[in-house]
């Protein structure tokens, strides 16, 4: 494929769809240069593990002030700057030691035993947030549900109001985007200055929970230590943003196009009903074929060769997890549900390597007992208003409905 002609990930029709442009790309050109970044781009299975595994030539230390260069990295530190906010990179954007140490303040929260003592509470949210949907003609799934579950545990996570999840939601979604480098300059520097409010609110509320020490996670964080130290506001702001925005943005776009691939899929609900114990393997091969997070930054620390292509030193590349989960030498007819499939668990949703997502357990569950739940009150889902009853927003990496119209019938 000629280089004038590759598919562009910053153009809004790809964001909607990547999957084609991943099959066009994926044999002929594993790794490129996107000519609209100048991003290093990497799409294939095994190419992902080995970059991801690869600290030391693949650095994780890009936060976004690497990758918006410039002026634009000068206005954002000045935005920071103006509202009291000094960030230190944490967890998802270090590498060792100083990622293992951060790791190591969050780790036991999200462990699978911590999960599992967490099921009825879990439980509990999701199915007050079911039974809401209840004697309604039609429901807007993504605002009326997949967005409450997370959030409502987020907002628990770290002692804030359930009164507040719109503020939540808007401060995930600014987060987000601040990330997001198909956006033009002016969107990127109002969604920064949106993202200082979370912040701030995570700043003040860490702050209380160290005179008054409370049961959620972050309390528990920040008043930990490992090797006698705590972590310093700004680690402990920044490790505490993405958690925050990760546990709400992975669950609730899983969640609906989970539930869209329910409808859309013809004997599908019908089978999870009659075989529970298949909804865990579903949600599998919904994060498999939905990745929720597309991809990923890395950056490199020296000049490689990947697949055949130099990598100047200091280069950002950009792992498509989205393409990986669909590669066919790893998965067998990739763009089918196969609820039996062998290696269901080894795709790349959470990602790989030492960063692998923290929070996976947690998420799985919330997902799983969601379908539970619903299947257990409503059946005969479908589609409210035709196929236009679904539409995605637009992001570089988040792969994301902006809502889904459904209807449903009770259970008799």
Not at 220 to 247: C, H, K, T, Y
Not at 302 to 325: C, H, M
């Amino acid at each position: 494929m000629n280089q004038s002609v590759l598919p562009d990930f910053a153009d809004p029709a790809v964001q909607a769809n990547p999957f084609e442009a991943y099959e066009k790309l994926r044999d002929a050109h594993p790794v490129y240069k996107d000519p609209t970044t100048g991003f290093y781009v990497v799409l294939d299975y095994d190419l992902l593990r080995e970059v991801a595994g690869d600290s030391l030539t693949y650095s994780s230390d890009t936060g976004v002030l690497q990758v918006r260069s410039g002026e634009i990295g000068e206005e954002i530190r000045r935005i920071q700057a103006d509202h009291g906010i000094h960030l230190e990179p944490a967890l998802l954007v270090t590498d060792p030691p100083r990622h293992t140490f951060h790791r190591r303040f969050v780790e036991k929260a999200f462990s699978p035993s911590r999960v599992r003592k967490l099921e009825g509470y879990l439980t509990e949210v999701v199915a007050d947030l079911a039974t809401s949907l209840a004697d309604q003609p039609s429901v807007e799934f993504v605002s009326q549900f997949a967005v409450m579950v997370p959030v409502f545990v987020v907002a628990d996570l770290i002692g804030a109001s359930r009164d507040m999840v719109q503020d939540i939601k808007r401060w995930s979604d600014a987060s987000a985007a601040g990330v997001d480098p198909s956006l033009d300059q002016n969107t990127i520097l109002d969604a920064v200055t949106e993202a200082c409010q979370l912040q701030q609110f995570i700043l003040e509320q860490a702050r209380r929970f160290r005179i008054e020490p409370a049961d959620n996670l972050l309390s528990d964080v920040a008043n930990a230590e490992v090797n006698g130290l705590r972590l310093s506001d700004p680690e402990l702001v920044s490790l505490m943003e993405q958690i925050f925005v990760a546990g709400h943005e992975t669950t609730t776009n899983t969640m609906a196009h989970a539930m869209l691939r329910l409808i859309q899929t013809p004997g599908l609900e019908g089978q999870l009903r009659e075989e529970p114990g298949l909804i865990s393997s579903y949600i599998e091969e919904v994060l498999r074929l939905d990745s929720p997070l597309q991809g990923m930054f890395r950056m490199t620390t020296k000049d490689v060769t990947l697949s055949g292509v130099p990598i100047p030193a200091r280069s950002v590349v950009v792992l498509r997890w989205g393409a990986g989960n669909r590669d066919a030498k790893r998965f067998a007819f990739p763009a089918e549900v196969d609820l039996h499939r062998p290696n269901i668990r080894n795709h790349l949703a959470f990602g790989t390597g030492i960063h692998f997502c923290i929070g996976n357990q947690l998420g799985r569950a919330e997902l799983r007992i969601a379908f539970e739940q619903l299947l257990r009150k409503y059946c005969n889902f479908r589609l409210a208003n035709g196929p236009s009853s679904a539409s995605r927003a637009e992001h570089y990496f988040i792969y994301r409905l902006q809502k889904l119209e459904i209807a449903f019938d009770a259970v008799a």
